[in-house]
């Protein structure tokens, strides 16, 4: 470290490269080497904008500002931009990167060297911005904001960004921003936008600003699950639970425009395998940032938009505990139900709230909820529970009118007559005489017997759970040879298969719950394709025909199942490539 200067403190949003810099010029450095040296403890270093390397001991030398290397990571590089769409596990890993003095795979990791998008190459301005900091703070520096992909505007001043082109340096040194303005020359990233053109690109840098400002980073890994309620409610979802991928695709393009996709380089192709279609699906490939903010967007309004009703489209019902509306109950309309089930209707593609009450009680509703008053709004009874039944019993000792039975206990009159029958039995007064006892102490009850009364909607609930369960087992084993998910397969896996058969009508929800996990040929041949493929995991080249005889193929199988076969050869193929890094590409391209 040269004994005359410090480090200087960071400006807000600047970018860890440009604090190096202004290191560089206040130490009067003429080799660049000689910077590194002092910065990093090696001259071995290539100065990279977006996500460095060396920061642990870049931070142990500069300890007097305070900053460990956290901070340096999370407020003065691109970490915040790529991480939020990493699986939890590569964000850290991309992290311990960033801290440590090996930097080759970074890129790697997050999928830039992969992606389609292009990497800013060169270092970006807002010339009102350089003139509020020289004011300001008696210097430029660079900003983060202006360097990330997609920002073409300056989302304070909606001013388009300029590109220095005078003076530049190459890869291995550093590119200080001159204090004024006649000591460098620069152009606009783009010229001839229309207002509609930079009013949109305005509108996507603020997003992506509020991005980088999040104090708690979102987890948008999994897009399929974050926007598939909104995609719901604004009716890109069929009632079976598929995304009308058409639809999305004409109103998506609609929405931003041709030539501003293009710009961003985040066009869809229109097939099965677009980056659009992929972030709608349940397939784990992580898609560019930039590419979700633009989803977001379109599907919000903004990104604060999405953070301020992705909370409540994951809470169709609201947050509990809910209330319990058996009238029977002393607790009735009191919030004491913890017990939440969501599951879709097959009808509308709606959420359907299934809520069951510790006295017994349950019953759902259809959402979302609209308003507060939604809540006490009651659909189907799944269960009366034993606290509702001693009360109907208790009315009929009583005499109690039918009809006044069915107001004191919430239901209609056919309902009170329906299970007063099944349930109320007289009792004679027995004789006075000595009976002989029974050789078993548990009642003896003919299997034809009238008395035997069957709570089919209970049945129907407690079943739905065990076939959903017995679904995601099937999905979820990768071990064994996938089987198809039909009817009768999951009648047999939980042993209740001539039930299934025989009572359809009287099982609605159960029935429902397997027609939500039923595969189609072509789909089961895929879910074949993509187990084939992880069990050739260790074989370099892929052939075509061994992938397609592993998976169990036969000639004619559709376009759509080949078109996965290329997809699964050309990943491996892609993977083998950078396996000396260890790492696999993540964004679409």
């Known amino acids: 470290m040269n004994e005359r200067y410090a480090i200087p403190f960071p400006y807000p949003d600047e970018l860890l490269y440009g604090v190096i810099t202004r290191y560089h010029l206040r130490a009067n450095n003429t080799n660049p080497k000689w910077t590194y040296k002092e910065v990093y403890g090696t001259e071995n270093v290539i100065p990279t904008i977006d996500l460095p390397s060396h920061i642990e001991a870049f931070s142990r030398r500069c300890m007097s500002l305070e900053m460990t ?34 930097g080759s795979g970074i890129h790697t990791l997050v999928g830039i060297t992969a992606s389609t998008v292009d990497r800013n190459s060169d270092l970006r301005l807002c010339h009102q911005c350089y003139e509020e900091e020289i004011n300001k703070f008696g210097e430029p520096y660079w900003h983060r904001i202006h360097q990330l992909p997609g920002v073409w505007v300056c989302p304070v001043h909606r001013d388009v960004l300029h590109r220095i082109t005078y003076p530049v340096s190459d890869r291995y040194g550093l590119t200080i921003l001159p204090i004024s303005r006649k000591m460098f020359s620069s152009v606009p990233i783009a010229a001839n936008l229309s207002g509609k053109i930079v009013g949109k690109l305005s509108g996507i840098a603020r997003d992506i600003q509020a991005l980088m400002q999040t104090n708690e980073m979102p987890a948008l890994y999994e897009s399929k699950n974050i926007f598939l309620p909104r995609l719901l409610k604004q009716g890109y979802v069929t009632a079976r639970g598929r995304i009308r991928q058409q639809k ?11 030539e501003l996709l293009g710009m961003l380089d985040s066009l869809p192709h229109g097939n099965d395998y677009s980056w659009l279609n992929v972030a709608t699906r349940s397939a784990r490939r992580a898609i560019h940032p930039l590419r979700q903010i633009l989803l977001i967007r379109f599907l919000y309004g903004s990104f604060n938009g999405y953070l301020a009703q992705s909370e409540l489209d994951y809470a169709p019902f609201g947050r509990g505990p809910w209330p319990c509306l058996n009238k029977a109950a002393e607790h009735y309309r009191k919030p004491v139900i913890t017990d939440l089930r969501i599951t879709r209707c097959t009808d509308t593609g709606r959420p359907v709230g299934t809520f069951t009450c510790e006295c017994g009680f349950a019953y759902s509703r259809r959402g979302p909820d609209q308003s507060e008053n939604d809540k006490y709004h009651r659909g189907q ?29 919430g239901v209609d009159t056919n309902t009170v007559i329906k299970y007063a029958k099944g349930t109320v039995t007289v009792r004679k007064p027995e004789p006075a005489i000595t009976r002989l006892p029974r050789k078993s102490s548990s009642p003896v009850r003919s299997k034809g017997s009238k008395n035997t009364r069957i709570d089919w909607e209970k049945r129907d609930l407690e079943l739905s759970w065990i076939v959903e369960e017995a679904c995601r087992a099937i999905l979820a084993d990768r071990e064994n040879k996938p089987v198809r998910i039909t009817a009768a397969a999951i009648g047999k896996r939980v042993g209740k298969l001539s039930l299934l058969e025989k009572k359809k009508p009287k099982l609605p929800v159960t029935m429902a719950v397997i027609s939500a996990y039923l595969e189609t040929e072509s789909q089961f041949q895929i879910r074949r394709v993509r187990w084939a493929a992880e069990q050739m995991a260790g074989e370099w080249p892929i052939k075509r025909w061994k992938l397609v005889k592993k998976a169990g193929l036969r000639p004619g199988y559709a376009q759509e199942v080949s078109d996965e076969i290329d997809r699964c050869i050309e990943q491996r193929s892609l993977m083998y490539r950078i396996a000396f890094t260890e790492v696999t590409p993540s964004w679409l391209h």
């Open 69 to 102: 290397a956290d901070d340096w990571i999370k407020y003065h590089t691109f970490y915040p931009f790529y991480a939020p769409f990493l699986p939890k596990d590569r964000a850290n890993r991309l992290r311990q990167l960033m801290k440590g003095p090996n």
């Open 381 to 409: 009874i799944k269960s009366f529970g034993p606290i509702w039944m001693d009360k109907l019993q208790e009315c009929l000792r009583k005499g109690i009118s039918y009809r006044s039975m069915a107001a004191l206990l």
């Open 248 to 258: 999305l695709e004409e109103q998506f393009v609609i929405f931003y425009g041709r």
